[in-house]
């Protein structure tokens, strides 16, 4: 088990960026997948992107392509999510999640950073 805790949130105007980091601690950081969710008031909670072990060919969801990039630096134990183009349909709790499964199926979760973009 990892633990995870984000940083990054806050208010941005549309057209803004942020960029969300999550520390990762207690496991062994480079063996696991990660990925960045998010969750609206009223909405499912929605995997936004995620990064294997070696970086490489990270997944994104149609809605943050070209706009998010996804990164980690496993010799800080750190994922980052930097959101450009922002908008307010954007706004939510965004959370890092951890896996050392195979596929997207996220066992290890922080406990969320609020993006607020206001229009």
């Known amino acids: 088990q990892v633990q995870l805790v984000e940083s990054g949130g806050g208010l941005v105007q549309a057209g803004g960026s942020l960029r969300l980091s999550c520390a990762a601690s207690?496991?062994?950081?480079?063996?696991?997948?990660m990925g960045w969710f998010r969750q609206a008031p009223g909405k499912e909670r929605e995997l936004l992107a995620a990064?294997?072990?070696?970086?490489?060919?990270?997944y994104y969801t149609d809605s943050v392509k070209g706009r998010f990039t996804i990164s980690r630096d496993n010799a800080k134990n750190t994922v980052y999510l930097q959101m450009n183009s922002l908008k307010p349909e954007d706004t939510a709790v965004y959370y890092c999640?951890?896996?050392?499964?195979?596929?997207?199926?996220?066992?290890?979760w922080g406990q969320g950073t609020q993006v607020t973009v206001s229009s």
């Open positions: 999640a951890a896996t050392l499964r195979l596929r997207y199926e996220f066992d290890d």
């Open positions: 207690g496991g062994a950081f480079s063996s696991y997948t």
């Open positions: 990064v294997g072990r070696s970086g490489i060919n990270p």
